[in-house]
């Protein structure tokens, strides 16, 4: 039996599989971009893209311009082309305070002329770009820029581009003719991504995600725009004929959602104007947690039928206000910049400005970052500049507006505490390989505690509450101890004696004697406080403590090759190398040795079991840093052979080898791995590091957990439950995590669903449990063998 086809040539069944294709990508799309609610995997969406792709390309009679497929197609346009609204796009009044939100509520009761409560649809206010979507019979004609609320331009080419904009509605019901509109904005996460390519590439950087997003829908070629991450929320609608929509603001954000588009998800109704307050701050307290810029909450009368009686005044609804959240970014003059020397030495230039309220307080100082940030805006003295302050995080200077005149900011030459030489940091890490050069932003001055700014810098972060917690010593006294010469490296805070302390300002008998007693108290402190009070770059506490918990005492971090460094959990390459650089300081070296002399630091020489299990051949030689060697290609590399192998490996060896999906090495690989090892001095390196790994006991020849017994003895889809004590490990998370490293479950209680009960010291009590249940029970020793499968 044969169908009727709308087209010649074309076989009913392929115009069949087109419009299932279509619906279908039309559904997962809606899925995806409205409800954040995939039910496909991205995989699949693709494939089935391709597929519809492939046909209209066989069958090119069956494009329609709503065609998933034609998100983009269109040719650059010279210019746009004027729209005129049918209806004006209206911008909103503005409050700024309570009182001012209650006034508008009052001005609505007023003119209707009732008392009690109107009820609100909250929204949030979308920092972006308003824009019109019309649709006839379902289908997007045109979409359309705001422009003066009168004339916009014609923008349809380029919100085809973007995924959350449906070409055709879905469902039902909807008007013959519907326009839209909505909020078309950029998400955090793609603005930071899109800024860091363009750093990458040396361009500009956008100052923030609504200047990106406006640049976006700017331009004439579409391919552009649809390069960009940008996003369309509905928030109301414009002209309709031929339809009903529903009595409320609600019910019409309802519909709209089930016809395809994305609405926001924390939109709510309010009973009255009360909770509508409520609203504004609970959406106040997480602001900075969304993952787009809003900048306040529009109130909207609910009903319908009371906003067609409220009316508009001028070009603004009465039935609408925005309350605005404090302004995150505002301009002012850069009246100075302060070159302020850290406790690491790094030169950080603060920005003094003309005082500007902004993101809640006044802000008269702001980062100004690096020398690379410097350069990047191009500043000058007197600029008008964009300053931003988003929740709690330090202010700073994010862009340029305009030049006034004044002279270009440039780093100083020297020190502006100690006038010692300024140097740029140019790091080399120890493996010979171009990858490994890293040049860094940062200036700084390599005097160490000679500089009087990097000396008391340090010792406040020495004292500090998180660190080794010395009450009393605030940053006044500190300096005061420097200048007198008392205190010279933080190890001297422990020599002091009351005698010292009663000539300086603000201490009497009774507070010197109180603070010598508080540092005193100090002297017993567990190894990750003092890690933390050493103020080594990028080692907060956490990193602090996975150190003193992973390597057990200071001697095994002291002199660790940073790339054994990056075995301890959440270290990076980065970090790593901060540590080392620190400790191959002389200057350190002699702080740390001075304060172990006055200090009673909890520490012992037992290296975790999470460190020595976690090198592996392949992990290694990926820590080598050889060019066009990652993780799928080293896993390869370690099946087939040895460390050792490596250092004498041919070329014809290694470009036979395939990764676990098939597919050969490249011959970047190939050739970095051959002149990485011809190099005399890696091969040195490389064995000193395998070396310390086999003195810390930490070498996977002894462990047996190469990538490739991972894979045999993996404990993925296992579940354990465990009982009793195992003295080896510092806590049962420690061997929970060694479980779950290895892809295996921890449960807190047997079932038909546990695998293995896990029996440790004194804990046979649920054996008969496990028993009758089925469930096999095994020692440490045997949970180590299934991983090892030695
Ligand atoms: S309603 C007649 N709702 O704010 C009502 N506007 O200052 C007109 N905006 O141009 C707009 N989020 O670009 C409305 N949930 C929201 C909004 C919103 C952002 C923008 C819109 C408008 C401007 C008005």
Known sequence: MSTLSLFDNIPSG?????????????????????????????????????????????????????????????????????????????????????????AFN????DRLKISGDIEYACELKLDGIAVSLLYRDGVLVRGATRGDGTNGEDITQNVRTINSIPLRLMGNGFPTVLEVRGEIYMPKAGFNALNEKARAANEKLFVNPRNAAAGALRQLDSKI???????????????????????????????????????????????????????????????????????????????????????????????????????????????DVEFQVGRTGVITPVAKLKPIFVGGVTVSNATLHNNDQILKLGICYNDTVVV???????????????????????????????????KKEIKIKRLKTKSNVVENAAIYCSAGFECRDQLTQALAHFVSRDAMNIDGLGEKILVQLVDV???????????????HLIGLDGFAEKSAQNCIDAINSTKKVSLSKFIYSLGIPEVGQE?????????????NIIGLKPELLTYVTDVGSEVSMQIYEFFSNSDNRKMVDDLLKVLDVQQSNV???????????????????????????????AKKFSLNDLFFISSFELSSLKT??????????????????????????????????????????????????????????????????????????ELKSLIEAQGGKVSGSLSGATSYLVIGDGGGGKRNDAEKLGVPSITLEELKKLIDRI
Not at 394 to 413: E, M, S, W
Not at 617 to 630: D, E, H, R, T
Not at 683 to 698: H, I, T
């Open 660 to 733: 676990a999906k098939g597919v050969k090495i490249s011959t970047r690989a190939v050739l970095g791995v051959l002149e990485f090892f011809e190099d005399l001095e890696n091969r040195e390196y490389v064995e000193s590091l395998e070396n310390d790994l086999k003195l810390m006991g930490a070498h996977w020849d002894q462990v047996r957990i190469d990538e490739e017994n991972r894979e045999i003895g993996s404990l993925e889809g296992k579940v354990f439950v465990i009982t009793g004590s195992f003295p080896e490990f510092k806590s049962r998370g």
């Open 14 to 102: 392929v115009e069949q599989e087109i419009a299932d294709l279509r619906k279908q990508l039309q559904h997962h799309n809606y899925r995806y971009y409205a409800l954040d609610d995939p039910q496909i995997t991205d995989a699949e969406y693709d494939r089935m893209m391709q597929r519809l792709r492939e046909l209209e390309a066989q069958y090119p009679d069956t494009v329609t311009p709503d065609s998933p497929t034609q998100r983009v197609g269109a040719a650059p346009l010279s210019a746009f082309q004027t729209v005129i609204h049918e209806m004006p796009m209206l911008s909103l009044d503005n409050a700024f305070d309570d009182e001012e939100l209650l």
């Open 225 to 335: 725009t649809a390069s960009r991450p940008l996003e369309m929320c509905a928030y109301s609608i414009g002209w309709v004929e031929g339809g009903q929509l529903p009595d409320t603001h609600s019910g019409v954000l309802a519909s709209l959602k089930t016809w395809g588009f994305l609405t926001n998800r924390e939109t709510e109704v309010a009973n009255n104007i009360q909770q509508a307050m409520k609203f504004y701050r609970r959406i106040g307290d997480k602001r900075d947690q969304l993952p787009y810029d809003i900048d306040g909450i529009v109130f909207k009368v609910n009903s319908r039928k009371l906003q067609e009686d409220l009316g508009f005044i001028s070009r603004a609804p009465r039935w609408a206000i925005a309350y605005k959240f404090p302004a995150q970014e505002e301009s002012t003059i850069l009246l």
């Open 106 to 109: 009052q001005r609505i009761l």
């Open 388 to 422: 931003k302050r988003a929740g709690d995080v330090i202010p700073k200077v994010v862009a340029v507006l305009t030049h006034n005149g004044g002279d270009k900011v440039v780093y100083p030459k020297e020190c502006p505490c100690c006038n010692n030489e300024l």
């Open 607 to 637: 290296i975790g079991s999470k460190f020595k299990l976690a090198p592996t051949l392949a992990n290694f030689i990926v820590k080598l840093s050889i060019p066009g060697v990652a993780a799928e290609t080293a896993k390869a590399i």
């Open 543 to 555: 990193t602090a403590k996975r150190l003193s918990d992973e390597l057990g005492c200071i001697e």
């Open 485 to 499: 010469g008392l205190v010279k490296s933080p190890a001297d805070i422990y020599e002091l004696k009351k005698e």
